[in-house]
């Protein structure tokens, strides 16, 4: 427990350092999947939880997911932006394991499956209080985000961690598009 309050602290405080640490731990590839795969589903359960136990719609206008189909999409999605940052970071002839990265990834849903919390919470009092903490959680998440792909990717700028990042998104969405088209879908079907 005092390895995940440090963790915390740090990631608020000095996210490089904090990814260092995580990075530090050295888990067992499995080990660090299972980490992932536990904090997606406890994410998953803590939407559905929260949705009075219906379908949870992600985009307006789509129909709400079931829990497996919310958890193959944000593990899946997950997983391969993982695997496409890590890829990327390549590119600058970087380290750093994919178990690593797993666990990172792994830490950043945990922060914002509380983040959740606090938002849910704050509903309670006010929905403009609730919306206004969302908005600077989320600047703050992207910044914890960066500063951990740093320690991860021993990049030593966090510019070449958002880099790396928006690279990722961008590879994960054309291997999206074109897994789409080999599918089946027309590719007026499917928007990057």
Not at 103 to 123: K, R, S
């Given at each position: 427990m005092n390895l995940i309050l440090s963790l915390l602290r740090l990631s608020l405080t000095n996210p490089t350092n904090a990814g260092r640490v995580l990075v530090g731990l050295r888990l067992a590839p499995g080990t660090a999947f299972s980490a992932f795969a536990l904090v997606i589903i406890a994410a998953v359960l803590l939407m559905f939880s929260l949705s009075g136990f219906q379908g949870v719609m992600l985009l307006p206008g789509f129909a709400p997911l079931s829990p497996w189909s919310l958890t193959a999409i944000m593990g899946g999605g997950t997983l391969g932006l993982c695997v496409c940052i890590w890829l990327i970071s390549r590119a600058f002839s970087q380290s750093g394991r994919l178990a690593d990265g797993l666990?990172?990834?792994?830490?950043?849903?945990?922060?914002?499956?509380?983040?959740?919390?606090?938002?849910?919470?704050?509903?309670v009092i006010?929905?403009?209080?609730?919306?206004?903490?969302?908005?600077?959680?989320?600047?703050?998440?992207?910044?914890i985000l960066f500063g951990l792909m740093n320690a991860w990717l021993e990049l030593?700028?966090?510019?070449?961690?958002?880099?790396?990042?928006?690279?990722g998104?961008?590879?994960l969405s054309l291997g999206g598009a074109f897994l789409l088209v080999f599918f089946g879908f027309a590719p007026g079907q499917v928007t990057l």
């Open positions: 666990l990172v990834f792994a830490w950043v849903q945990l922060l914002q499956t509380l983040l959740l919390i606090v938002q849910t919470a704050l509903m006010s929905v403009n209080i609730a919306g206004l903490v969302g908005l600077f959680a989320t600047v703050l998440i992207f910044w030593e700028s966090m510019l070449k961690a958002a880099l790396c990042f928006v690279l998104l961008v590879a």
